[in-house]
């Protein structure tokens, strides 16, 4: 029987949403006694076609990885609500878990406070092998922090003058990075809060933040602009990921990975070309950004 979940509309019925997957898996099923009609979008089919054949590109790429010991670290950056974590789901849904790790890390205890800022992210970094995927990572100094005051200025600054020192140790050292940012814009971001609140399973994701990350929305787009500026280089940059859709975010940020890497049996790249419209180089972001500083409306999230 095919898992569903449960959300309510507008009048508090109920409505029932199937598992992704179960689509396309049943598209073809014959009329029968113990079956029931349920009417889905032709896109919604099509996703799920597309997914199911990018969720086999990673597994082949992971097999590569595993046979020459390449190591992978993606970074997912964003506003809240942006996505981020629904790409990593799907990213990492089907992979191999011993050689496919998850870091998401809570606020630094006692301890970790006295380190030096980088120290407890080092040992979570990728090895032989391995796809290491970041839900946020040291990037919580360049906007989170300084926006909710959790971080003081010279911390910020100095950050921002070190990471990408230490990002280029790591991508000399041999580790293949990839840096995200999700970009939500404020309308979206406001429908995805507005949808915790009534779904219980977005339960979890709601947080008192939730509400800040509406007010301080212009806040986020200064540090948004001055971590793209100091911090997309050449050997690391930022690329940008459009994600009001989620669900073409989240096939485009897989056809990016794929598409850089090279691994055996690959589909032609026409099947892996994200589209440019919805990944957007950090060099591009900033200049978009730079035309439009003094009409703040314009600015993506």
């Known amino acids: 029987m095919a898992k569903k979940s449960k959300k309510q509309d507008s009048n508090g ?18 009329k029968g006694d113990d079956k029931v009609a349920v009417w889905v979008s032709k896109s919604q089919i099509k996703y799920e076609q597309e997914l199911k054949k990018l969720q086999i590109e990673l597994m082949k790429l992971q097999l590569s990885m595993k046979q020459n010991g390449e190591r992978v670290l993606a970074i997912f950056e964003g506003r809240d609500a942006a996505g981020k974590g629904g790409t990593i789901k799907r990213f990492t849904e089907h992979l191999n878990p011993r050689s496919a790790r998850v870091v998401a890390l809570a606020k630094p205890n006692e301890t970790e406070m006295t380190q030096w800022y980088f120290q407890r992210y080092i040992a979570h970094l990728p090895s032989a092998g391995e796809i290491v995927l970041f839900d946020r990572s040291w990037y919580n100094r360049a906007m989170v922090e300084p926006v909710m005051g959790f971080c003081t200025d010279e911390q910020n600054k100095r950050f921002l003058k070190d990471v990408p020192m230490f990002e280029e140790m790591l991508v000399k050292n041999g580790i293949r990075l990839f ?3 999700f970009s939500v814009s404020k309308a979206v971001q406001k429908e995805r809060f507005d949808s915790r609140k009534t779904d219980v399973l977005k339960q979890y994701k709601l947080s008192p933040i939730d509400n800040l ?3 301080y929305w212009d806040q ?18 930022w690329t940008i ?12 940020c897989m056809k990016f990975v794929l598409s850089s890497m090279e691994y055996q049996d690959k589909l032609p790249d026409a099947e892996l070309t994200p589209d440019p419209e919805l990944v957007i180089s950090g060099i591009d972001e900033l ?9 703040p409306k314009e600015l993506r999230g």
Do not use: C, W
């Open 13 to 30: 019925t109920e409505n029932v949403r199937l598992a992704e997957g179960t689509a396309y898996r049943n598209v073809d099923s014959k």
């Open 179 to 181: 840096k995200f940012y």
């Open 220 to 237: 986020y787009s200064i540090r948004k602009f001055q971590m793209l500026s100091e911090t997309n280089r050449t050997i690391a940059p």
């Open 287 to 295: 200049r978009h950004m730079e035309e439009n500083l003094m009409q």
């Open 213 to 215: 990350a509406q007010k």
């Open 241 to 252: 990921i459009r994600s009001d859709n989620k669900k073409q975010a989240r096939l485009n």
